[in-house]
């Protein structure tokens, strides 16, 4: 969401990751049903990312993309020093989802993102990665486009993490690490910005060239990926 209002965003991991342990807390210790856990973790992630949002959005290009990597790599750090979370040994999520669920979330989630993507606020996020200041011009409330970007954007890598949390039962800082930020990231470029289709085609390119390549020679197979 935040890459179709033209903005970078690297930290996606952070998001996932706030999700998963804050739907790991609300499961674990505050013994809330898992559909309040998970509603838990994305108002939990979607508020970071709007109070985040404020200081990011100050800066643009490479900045911004440095400042939001620097999010994530800030939330990993609070993960590891922080023992009611598990620290570097990770933290058990007894409460688990099946695979049906996840698959069901995934589809409201796509229809969502479609819904968006075809309605007015889609319309003006488009006009806002394409020029922000010809936006503004024509009365386009730019800043509050992209805070909304960026909130609706952490609060659904958050959902993912919370889904993450639970249906694997298990989470560590370690699995929302840079990569996977740079990852989902690659998803979007690939796939298009502006699109509802883009980052599912860059996420299956993503996912399935890797398992083709297995098929043949083992040792160009990271060479050509």
Known sequence: MTAASGQLNLGGAGFQAIGAYVAGVCSNSLGFP?????????????????????????????????????????????????????????MVVTAYIPVEVLILATLLTILLVFWLMASRIGLVMRAVHDDDVVSEIMGVNVRGVQVFAFTLGGALAGLSGALYAHHYSFIEAQYFSALLSIFVLLFVLIGGTQTAWGPLFGASFFTLVPEVLRLGDTEWRYVIF
């Open 34 to 90: 898992i559909f309040f856990s998970v509603i838990g973790a994305v108002l939990g992630a979607g508020l970071i990312g709007f109070l985040i949002s404020f200081p990011v959005l100050r800066t643009r290009g490479v900045y911004m993309v440095l400042a939001t990597f620097a999010f994530a790599l800030v939330v990993s750090g609070i993960i590891l020093n922080t023992d009611f979370l598990g620290g570097a040994t990770g």
